[in-house]
């Protein structure tokens, strides 16, 4: 009768049927069959930790047609992804569809090859308790916390707030950051440049080795370098070399396509998704830096065929996660011969990120001739600091042929020697000012939490996601930006929770769950000797006192209506600044101590017949006019229109022919004939949009939201998306 081989992405699942013969059907579970319910009351019962698990909405038909096809199967291969995630799906399966007798076995493979998925067919296991016990343990652990932290936040803070196991410790780290930025006191300083010339008309510039702070001392150096004659103290050079990096680990290549290529590790690991299951790379999550023999085999001789013989230097690299699994691999190409790979724009150039970085890997070093010039004034009254240029060439590319990106610039410096002259042309001294800390990146939070031990590779991403889901930070550009209610959360959980959202207790907590997976640490205790003490500490709490401020206002700063000192308190858009005798008095200001902003009525609407009123919200004025219709079965709720107040007009100045314009959004541009879904046009919160099938795409100038036809929607969405982030320009070789 056959084979039926079980894995859980449709695309998956079309990839490895290429693969095989008739004598096997390959079905997908489309990812978790079962997850505890939403109830907490029911997920988990208490006595030992067991948690109930419910089969998942839209599931039943999939289990249907797995036991439909495993009835007419001889034997079930359980082929769900090489980790604790994977293992855990191949067991739910196993226990939600009733294989009576049949044979069910586990098969793993790290690559969607045929090789690989025949090798793996030759050796097929049973399900690995302990690895699915330890996902097991995180999702009980964390649904446990989770419901409990956030329900303490709820009554002592605001409803609607939530926390997490690891989730919390993340937000603390990106808090901590904005308090060091918050309490910086920046210090003068000067930065002192001196434009000179060779012999032979050859510019140099120099820059001076010291940073003086008072004015005194800055403008003595520039009187002394305008009135001296310069000459080259000394000409140092010496060679460096330079080693390739590891392959990609999960955390190494979110930050390195979130540095080059600007991608989210979301983003990331949606593309990586994709390449893996189209069998162009090897699984991508992963802690181990480890390459099999057969990989770094294959990759010698691409090297050795596209950059000669001298450029191959095959080398082992130690994995840094204690924790890490050697039988796994980096992340790499399936097939180094194969330059370019992938289905949209996104995969395409992260495979070329991958492939690069794998067989830079093992490759030759590159050689650098840096070189340091030293010069000063020969006749100072008063000596002055040395001043320097820095410069390198490349003498020898080495695995810089594989991976150009990582070369930087060459700075080339003239030829010179000691006590020659130069000839002064400028001196100037810049006033400058130290600059606080910056804020963590996307991809310095997932280097951070790597180096405390915080998560584990599969987690990074959506780590980040949650909190910008939760709106506890948002990005300015590149950087993450602790919101006030992503403030609020972190300091009432330091206050109340602090060994619970540290770093030492966070990472400790992640070792044991490792410690599951190995058969070291047992499923109940482990669990038990966290959660006894927690909940403890969680109903102590229960007596604080709701935070119902968050201290005192600027005492320069009262009520504008009593006249009273005024607290500073969370409300949905975030910190403003409350009369402290409320509710006897509701004077409030914004957190600036501005007042706030007010509705104002801007007019009739000629459709709907109702007032259109001018409003501010959490990211920006709008405008809002109820359709007349009602929502709910017990409660009927007014349905309300809202447009954005577009940022190139002044909220004060909107009339009422701009506010029914502003309120034609959204607008459904028609039907795409391929899908037969919905086009429609709006603003959202990253400016004018359209979208088809959850397909979000920018409009930009000379394309107005507000005009643009089906005809044009359908040519933008055909265009490649574009990635975000910073252009970045061709090195030249």
Request: glycine fraction near 6%.
């Amino acid at each position: 009768m056959g084979k039926l081989l079980i894995v859980e992405s449709p695309a998956k699942a079309k990839t490895i049927g290429k693969y095989l013969g008739p004598d096997y059907t390959v079905v997908a579970s489309v990812g978790h069959v079962r997850d505890l319910p939403k109830s907490n009351k029911k997920a988990i019962d208490m006595e030992g930790f067991v948690p109930h698990y419910e089969v998942s909405a839209g599931k039943e038909k999939v289990l249907a047609e797995i036991s439909s096809l495993a009835k007419k199967s001889d034997e079930v291969l359980l082929a769900t992804d090489p980790d604790r995630e994977g293992e855990a799906i191949a067991w739910h399966v196993a226990q939600a569809v009733n294989f009576g007798k049949k044979p069910v076995r586990r098969v793993v493979f790290h690559e969607i090859t045929k090789d690989a998925i025949l090798e793996a067919l030759q050796h097929p296991r049973d399900i690995d308790q302990n690895l699915r016990r330890a996902q097991e343990a995180r999702r009980v652990l964390d649904r446990l916390v989770g419901y409990d932290l956030s329900g303490i936040i709820w009554k002592k803070v605001r409803y609607g707030l939530s926390a997490g196991r690891v989730q919390s410790p993340a937000l603390r780290i990106l808090v901590e950051r904005e308090r060091e930025i918050k309490a910086f006191k920046p210090e003068r300083y000067f930065t002192i440049a001196v434009q000179t010339e060779t012999s032979k008309k050859v510019p140099l510039p120099l820059m001076c080795t010291e940073e003086p702070k008072e004015q005194k001392e800055a403008d003595r150096i520039v009187e002394s370098g305008k009135k001296g004659s310069w000459i080259v103290k000394s000409v140092e050079e010496s060679e460096a070399k330079r080693a390739p990096r590891a392959p990609f680990t999960t955390s190494t290549l979110q930050q390195a396509a979130s540095t080059r290529l600007g991608f989210s590790p979301s983003r990331t690991m949606r593309a990586a998704q994709k390449l893996y299951e189209a069998g162009y790379i090897t699984y991508m999550r992963t802690d181990s830096t480890n390459l099999s023999k057969q990989a770094v085999t294959q990759i010698a001789v691409v090297i050795e065929k596209t950059y000669g013989k001298e450029a191959v230097l095959t080398r082992t690299y130690a994995t840094k996660s204690k924790n890490a699994q050697e039988a796994h691999e980096a992340v790499r190409p399936t097939d180094a011969s194969k330059l370019k790979a992938g289905h949209d724009d996104d995969q395409k150039k992260l495979y070329e990120l991958i492939w690069a970085r794998a067989v830079s890997s093992q490759m030759a070093d590159a050689r650098i001739m840096r070189t340091k010039i030293l010069a000063n004034v020969s006749d100072a009254k008063a000596p002055i600091p040395d001043f320097q240029a820095n410069g390198s060439r490349t003498l020898c590319k080495g695995w810089l042929e594989a991976d150009p990106e990582a070369r930087g610039e060459d700075v080339e410096l003239p030829k010179i020697a000691q006590g020659d002259p130069l000839t002064l042309i400028d001196i100037t001294a810049t006033e400058k000012f130290t600059e606080p800390p910056s804020r963590y990146s996307e991809a310095g939070l997932v280097k951070e939490l790597e180096a405390r031990g915080i998560g584990r590779p599969s987690t990074y991403a959506s780590i980040i996601k949650t909190l910008e889901d939760r709106e506890y930070v948002t990005k300015e550009g590149r950087s993450l930006k602790p919101t006030d209610t992503g403030e609020v959360v972190s300091t009432f959980l330091e206050d109340n929770f602090n060994q619970y959202i540290s770093d030492g207790f966070t990472a400790e907590m992640e070792d044991k769950l490792d410690s599951i997976a190995n058969g070291e640490m047992a499923y109940e205790k482990t669990l038990s000797d966290f959660y006894k003490p927690f909940i403890k500490e969680v109903k102590a709490k229960e007596k604080l006192e709701k935070a119902t401020t968050l201290g005192d206002a600027d005492p320069s700063i009262t009520c504008p209506k009593c006249g009273s000192p005024m607290v500073v308190k969370l409300g949905r858009g975030g910190k403003f600044l409350s009369c402290s005798r409320y509710p006897d008095c509701d004077g409030a200001l914004t957190i600036d101590g501005k007042e706030l902003p007010k509705d104002k009525v801007i007019g009739i609407h000629p459709q709907y017949n109702q007032e259109i009123t001018l409003k501010t919200g959490k990211y920006g004025p709008y405008v809002e006019v109820p359709t007349g219709e009602t929502t709910g079965k017990k409660v009927k709720k007014p349905v309300l229109r809202r447009a954005s107040v577009p940022k190139e007009v002044k909220p004060e100045e909107v009339t009422l022919a701009q506010a029914v314009h502003f309120l034609s959004l959204p607008r459904q541009l028609g039907m795409h004939p391929e899908t037969g879904k919905t086009i429609t046009a709006n603003i959202g919160r990253f400016g004018p949009y359209i979208v088809h099938d959850a397909d979000f795409r920018s409009v930009k100038a000379p394309d107005d939201v507000y005009t643009i036809e089906l005809a044009r929607a359908l040519e933008i969405l055909k265009e490649p998306k574009k990635k975000r982030g910073f252009a970045r320009k061709k090195k030249a070789e």
